[in-house]
């Protein structure tokens, strides 16, 4: 079962070659904050929407009554990928992403947006 209550659009910024970690977001349904106790959350950045998969992010619970928790990447991760020079539809390094919180059998698409890799500069 999926819910209905819209994705959130939220614009997200890594650096090649550094960690990563979304500013705190919050799961929302039917408006209300959604309780991510007994959650999972899956964060997945693909090329295009339906593309190929580059990263999957790795997400924390901050407070799961409060429905809030982050997203993550490695600097191995990101420094390794080679994505910031990829052609996508977007643009060179710009990504699209979403996640998704699967709680007591209904999924919930929670956010939404590009993800937008920067090289590293050479010297």
């Known amino acids: ?17 550094a960690d990563f970690e979304s500013p705190t977001l919050t799961a929302y349904a039917g ?4 309780n991510l106790t007994g959650a999972t959350i899956t964060a997945h950045v693909r090329e295009a929407p339906l593309g190929s998969l580059w990263f999957e992010l790795t997400a924390t619970v901050v407070v799961a009554a409060s429905g809030t928790f982050n997203l993550s990447l490695t600097a191995a991760s990101t420094a390794a990928s080679g994505a910031s020079h990829a052609r996508t539809p977007q643009g060179p390094g710009v990504f ?17 947006g590009t993800f937008r890799l920067v090289p590293e500069s050479v010297y």
């Open 1 to 17: 079962m999926s819910a209905t209550t819209p994705p959130i659009m939220q614009h997200l910024t890594c650096y090649q070659g």
């Open 31 to 34: 408006g209300s904050a959604l």
């Open 96 to 112: 699209v992403y979403d996640v998704e919180v699967v709680k007591s059998g209904v999924t919930y698409r929670t956010h939404t």
